[in-house]
């Protein structure tokens, strides 16, 4: 593709190739009347016994009926030459603008794409900002549960929360997926359960785990009714929370609430059941 300067410059060259119709008449002119010079300097006769007479001036050629066809004919030729020569100009000038205008629009086309990535640029890194913003807020937030669940004394269900688990773990769990992003385990989680798995095996006298399914291996309420009344307060507050979380695993029993786990425990204890 020509650049602007070379099209200028072609523009400049083809002006100066076509002659105006003055300057062909103007030629024309100057050869005629060299030929008149020319032939009145050969027609002069001489007379070896007579003063030398100069012979008649001719007609000269442009008055005649030729020199008047020539001249027709030339002024035709001349205006059929500026005629071709300005439609070529024109035809040139034309593609030249075609060209220019090609390239003015892509050159805006251009700018207007690099406008729009650039906005599109400076949107996705907001967007990434704000994202970050609401996973640092959710981490916040999730923290501030599981400490929450710690001070209220449910230990058991502050272990499952920790370690992902669990429907308060739902919650969260939404929103981070949302975010595009994954609830992990806190700090301290796994610590923390085995802990708390071997306190309450200790308590109960059998193997108790935690995991995605709850607290395994408690048992009935009842049978645990002689800890849960020797046991001091922390005991009662550990039991509490781990039978109030129970277990969804086939074959154990789901969570039961404080009061009912005093009321079960009340009714066996008097007795001497256990």
Same mark, same amino acid.
């Given at each position: 593709?020509? $650049?602007? &300067?070379?099209?200028?410059?072609?523009?400049?060259?083809?002006? +100066?190739?076509?002659?105006?119709?003055?300057?062909?008449?103007?030629?024309?002119?100057?050869?005629?009347?060299?030929?008149?010079?020319?032939?009145?300097?050969?027609?002069?006769?001489?007379?070896?016994?007579?003063?030398?007479?100069?012979?008649? !001036?001719?007609?000269?050629? *442009?008055?005649?009926?030729?020199?008047?066809?020539?001249?027709?004919?030339?002024? +035709?030729?001349?205006?059929?030459?500026?005629?071709?020569?300005?439609?070529?100009?024109?035809?040139?000038?034309?593609? /030249?603008?075609?060209?220019?205008?090609?390239?003015?629009?892509?050159?805006?086309?251009?700018?207007?794409?690099?406008?729009?990535? /650039?906005?599109?640029?400076?949107?996705?890194?907001?967007?990434?900002?704000?994202?970050?913003?609401?996973?640092?807020?959710?981490?916040?937030?999730?923290?501030?549960?599981? *400490?929450?669940?710690?001070?209220?004394? &449910?230990?058991?269900?502050?272990?499952?929360?920790? =370690?992902?688990?669990?429907?308060?773990? &739902?919650?969260? /769990?939404?929103?981070?997926? !949302?975010?595009?992003?994954?609830?992990?385990?806190?700090?301290? !989680?796994?610590?923390?359960?085995?802990?708390?798995?071997?306190? =309450? *095996?200790?308590? =109960?006298? +059998?193997?108790?785990?935690?995991?995605?399914?709850?607290?395994?291996?408690?048992?009935?309420?009842?049978? $645990?009714?002689?800890?849960?009344?020797?046991?001091?307060?922390?005991?009662?507050?550990?039991?509490? *929370?781990?039978?109030?979380?129970?277990?969804?695993?086939?074959?154990?029993?789901?969570?039961?609430?404080?009061?009912?786990?005093?009321?079960?425990?009340?009714?066996?204890?008097?007795?001497?059941?256990?």
């Amino acid at each position: 593709m020509p $650049s602007l &300067d070379q099209i200028l410059r072609e523009r400049r060259r083809a002006a +100066r190739r076509v002659p105006t119709a003055a300057q062909e008449v103007a030629r024309f002119n100057r050869a005629r009347d060299a030929e008149i010079a020319r032939r009145a300097r050969t027609t002069t006769t001489r007379d070896p016994d007579r003063t030398p007479v100069a012979a008649p !001036a001719p007609v000269p050629f *442009s008055q005649t009926e030729a020199g008047l066809r020539f001249a027709a004919k030339t002024q +035709r030729d001349l205006l059929t030459v500026q005629r071709e020569n300005a439609a070529a100009l024109a035809r040139k000038k034309q593609a /030249d603008d075609l060209i220019l205008l090609a390239a003015d629009q892509k050159f805006e086309a251009a700018q207007l794409q690099k406008r729009l990535d /650039d906005e599109a640029k400076v949107r996705a890194e907001e967007r990434e900002r704000a994202r970050k913003a609401n996973i640092n807020q959710l981490r916040i937030e999730r923290q501030g549960t599981f *400490s929450t669940l710690m001070k209220s004394g &449910d230990q058991a269900r502050a272990v499952m929360f920790a =370690l992902g688990f669990g429907p308060e773990n &739902d919650i969260f /769990d939404v929103r981070a997926r !949302a975010l595009g992003t994954t609830v992990r385990e806190l700090k301290g !989680a796994q610590a923390l359960r085995t802990t708390t798995q071997e306190a =309450l *095996s200790r308590v =109960l006298d +059998r193997q108790v785990t935690i995991g995605r399914e709850g607290v395994r291996g408690l048992g009935a309420a009842v049978k $645990s009714a002689r800890s849960f009344i020797q046991g001091g307060a922390d005991v009662r507050t550990l039991l509490t *929370s781990a039978f109030g979380l129970g277990s969804l695993r086939a074959g154990e029993r789901p969570g039961i609430s404080a009061a009912r786990l005093a009321e079960l425990t009340s009714e066996v204890t008097p007795v001497g059941l256990l």
